[in-house]
């Protein structure tokens, strides 16, 4: 026992002193800060967003969106046990697909068009083809020993998820089968978000921590930490080379991939609420960041100031997205409505 | 009672993030104005103070958090099996009851958060005291318990007896109420830190597990990062002010965009005019070719006319290889095996008949992973014939008069006119673009400076009908 003891202590020990110089060695490349590199960029200004739609149709919390790639479509969960498949420009709702589990919390669209997903407290990745005359069943992708709390597609063979075992998941759907599975965190994964490449993506979880991964290695290639509560929502800067994340600590946090740091926080004393979700407009400029106080706050993301906000839920905005072609973005809330604003 | 803080964090830092919330639970749960309704319940004939019933503690949780019976009974449950609050009857089951079973707030003190790690030592003074109290009072795994630890520390067990003494004889001096509550809540500590055998082997076993091989892990995953090539942060952080400039222009939501917002207008000419294949595309589209390769390769129209410039140059090769090494990668699994023999027939087996210029390194070694295919197996070859276009062929492409014609013929939609509508009621008026409102500002604040009167905006005009 005093034996293990021992050796426990020097592992430690050896851990600590890797740590210390890991961050010694951060600290080394971190000769500027992002208000010195931002003076020279134009304000923005007060943003005002006009509520330009309102999407009803929902009986329940509404609990996640995803836009399709083309722009048009979108696609919405909620607790009432249907995924909805919007278009969003004549408000019509194209596809209803009934599920199974009524305990939904994330859906995602293919970039084709052709599929979605959606899973939740059944553990269950679900993969739907909107496109056959009724929807059918492709897949049912079971092997997950917690909840589901996020998915992604790579392409109509491809799937991301990340769940509450802590663990996120390639998998193959034209077999069914697990390809590749992630394992670092320490708490329950709630959000991830895939590179422009689909060579990386990262993932957020309870543990606080937000994780490169490389998808063709299965390997964890960067840890990014500073939140002090569950990070919620996660998003790659347009370029791909920085990760926004949103937590339960009432804080975004800008996290650069180059530097391997934090570059820039969002937050404001007067902001007790947690994020939700989060979603950037087509430059990067602008962050749409989804509140418990059933607002949408956005923040410049260089100057690091809030410009505006976008108010109207009766409820917490549960997810929030902008599309492809950056046209404007939609919040999505628990009062059972999703509001499209530019 | 002794004191014992033993470092805190390790590697049970990440159930801490859970105890945290729990104890905001707690503290809400006791405030004073909207926490909740304590009173003095009975235990045999002692009165405790500051108890409540099983059945409040799921009606408060209800009505604060909006839930279901259900997730009440779950989150109650939870909370007595972390030890933030315990039962007054049947101490040993950590089961929330919906009924008048009294239960109180454990002391923070006794917090498993506040108290990590419990130590040997002061277990063995709890079981010292509780066996020289009432001989007999242990139960069974109390005693393996106690006798094993009478082993482990014998050295020290003068002191242990000594220290179980002392406490014993201070707690005579309470009164009684007070000495029943206390002994409740160390007893409750003790059974959430110190399970009976069958919880503590498992919990046991995976501590051990964790504690060990974590580590190990961990300092693997630390060695590697700190390995890693860290770019200074001002070039970065330049790169960044760079990229939303660029793409300014190309935001809809920070400059708007021509002719209108479709979401705004009601009208799909953006839409129409964007689509993936047209027969001239928008002058911002071509624009955004020359921001990046990668921009240039995604646009089908892009890549189409990048194709033409390659086959004027005889190198169209290389691009049709990417695609066909993007089809491999993205494609279906059971076509992978076919895909890859088509590549290396037309591609890289010697003299095919559109070779590509791959360096001799990069060519064995996909040609020894072709022995073997898989989604991956094209990736070097395809990175190396990737990086020679970029650097080479690409901008020299962005130079061509081939280019230069698709900017000079691309399509610079004309705004459409705000047509007025007189019984149009929603909102025609699109928000105005922040960059927009800036210069609008300053132009109106010149303006009054100058006549006095304030400038009307010809847009506000349309409106008023």
Same mark, same amino acid.
């Given at each position: ?204 979880? !309870? ?88 607002? !949408? ?32 973005? !939609? ?12 | ?166 406490? &014993? ?29 069958? &919880? ?266």
């Amino acid at each position: 026992m005093a034996a293990e003891k021992a050796e426990m202590d020097a592992l430690k020990k050896e851990c600590d002193a890797l740590r210390t110089q890991i961050e010694a060695a951060r600290k080394a490349v971190n000769d500027s800060s992002m208000s010195a590199a931002s003076g020279g960029a134009t304000a923005v200004g007060r943003v005002q967003l006009k509520l330009r739609k309102t999407l009803k149709g929902h009986l329940a919390k509404i609990y996640a969106m995803h836009w399709s790639a083309d722009s048009r479509q979108m696609v919405s969960a909620s607790q009432d046990g249907k995924l909805l498949v919007w278009d969003t420009f004549t408000g019509n709702k194209l596809v209803a697909v009934p599920l199974k589990s009524a305990w939904v919390m994330s859906v995602a669209f293919a970039p084709s068009g052709n599929l979605v997903a959606s899973g939740g407290l059944d553990n269950i990745c679900t993969v739907y083809n909107i496109k056959a005359a009724s929807p059918k069943t492709l897949r049912e992708l079971d092997a997950h020993t917690g909840y589901l709390s996020c998915c992604r597609f790579l392409s109509d063979t491809e799937i991301l998820t990340a769940s509450g075992d802590t663990t996120c998941c390639l998998w193959d759907l034209e077999t069914g089968k697990q390809k590749v599975i992630f394992t670092n965190h320490i708490g329950d994964c709630m959000s991830l978000a895939l590179s422009s490449d689909m060579n990386t993506f990262i993932s957020g979880a !309870c543990d606080s921590l937000a994780k490169l991964w490389d998808v063709r290695e299965g390997a964890c290639k960067q840890t990014f930490s500073g939140h002090t509560s569950d990070i919620n929502a996660i998003s790659f800067f347009p370029s791909g080379n920085a990760v926004i994340t949103g937590s339960d600590d009432c804080t975004c946090k800008m996290y650069d991939l180059r530097a391997d740091q934090e570059v820039i926080g969002y937050q404001d004393t007067n902001l007790n609420a947690g994020v939700t979700s989060l979603a950037l407009s087509s430059s990067g400029r602008l962050i749409f960041a989804g509140y418990d106080d059933f607002n !949408c706050h956005i923040w410049d993301s260089l100057k690091g100031e809030k410009v505006g906000v976008l108010s109207g839920h009766d409820n917490r905005v549960s997810c929030t997205g902008v599309p492809a072609d950056g046209m404007g973005v !939609c919040t999505g809330s628990w009062d059972s409505f999703l509001k499209l604003w530019n | 009672m002794t004191i014992n803080t033993l470092a805190k964090g390790g590697w049970h830092r990440e159930q801490m993030t859970c105890f945290r919330k729990m104890e905001k639970v707690i503290v809400a749960m006791q405030d004073p104005d909207m926490g909740m309704k304590m009173r003095n319940q009975r235990l045999l004939i002692t009165v405790i103070p500051h108890a409540m019933t099983g059945r409040d503690i799921i009606d408060w949780l209800i009505q604060k958090y909006s839930i279901c019976e259900e997730e009440a009974l779950h989150l109650g449950g939870m909370l007595v099996r972390y030890g933030y609050i315990y039962p007054l009857k049947e101490p040993r089951s950590l089961v929330l009851r919906a009924d008048e079973s009294p239960y109180r707030f454990q002391t923070p003190y006794f917090w498993t958060s506040t108290r990590w790690p419990a130590s040997e030592l002061d277990y063995a003074i709890y079981l010292a005291k509780k066996n020289i109290r009432k001989q007999g009072e242990l139960m069974e795994y109390e005693k393996e318990r106690y006798s094993l630890l009478h082993k482990r520390i014998n050295h020290t067990w003068d002191f242990v007896v000594m220290q179980a003494r002392e406490q &014993l004889r201070a707690s005579k001096q309470r009164r009684k109420a007070d000495r029943i509550v206390l002994e409740c809540q160390e007893q409750a500590y003790w059974l959430i830190n110190r399970p009976p055998v069958c &919880l503590l082997h498992y919990s046991a076993l995976l501590s051990l597990c964790v504690c060990i091989w974590l580590p190990c892990f961990q300092i693997e995953i630390c060695r590697r990062a700190l390995g890693r090539n860290r770019v200074k942060s001002s070039i970065c952080l330049e790169g960044f002010v760079k990229y939303s400039e660029q793409y300014q222009n190309h935001d809809p939501i920070m400059q708007g965009c021509l002719p209108s917002n479709p979401w705004i207008s009601d009208d799909t000419a953006h839409w129409t005019m964007n689509t993936d294949i047209v027969p001239t595309p928008t002058r911002l589209r071509v624009e955004r070719w020359s921001f990046s390769f990668m921009e240039l390769l995604n646009d089908s129209i892009g890549r189409r006319e990048f194709m033409t410039y390659l086959e004027k140059e005889f190198s169209a090769e290389n691009l049709c290889f990417w695609q066909a090494c993007e089809e491999i990668r993205h494609g279906e699994s059971s076509k992978i095996i076919e895909k890859v023999e088509e590549v290396y027939k037309n591609f890289l087996a010697p003299g095919a008949a559109r070779w590509v210029n791959i360096d001799s390194k990069t060519m064995d070694k996909t040609l020894e992973g072709i022995k073997r295919p898989h989604r991956f197996v094209m990736d070097d070859a395809q990175m190396h014939i990737y990086f020679l276009m970029k650097k080479d062929s690409y901008p020299r492409y962005l130079k061509s008069d081939l280019y230069k014609n698709m900017l000079a013929k691309a399509i610079v939609p004309q705004e459409t006119k705000k047509s007025v509508f007189p019984f149009m009621r929603r909102q025609r008026h699109s928000s105005p673009s922040p960059a927009q409102a800036i210069t609008q500002a300053t132009e109106e604040d010149g303006r009054a400076k100058g006549a006095g009167t304030p400038a009307v905006d010809s847009r506000q005009r349309s409106f008023k009908c």
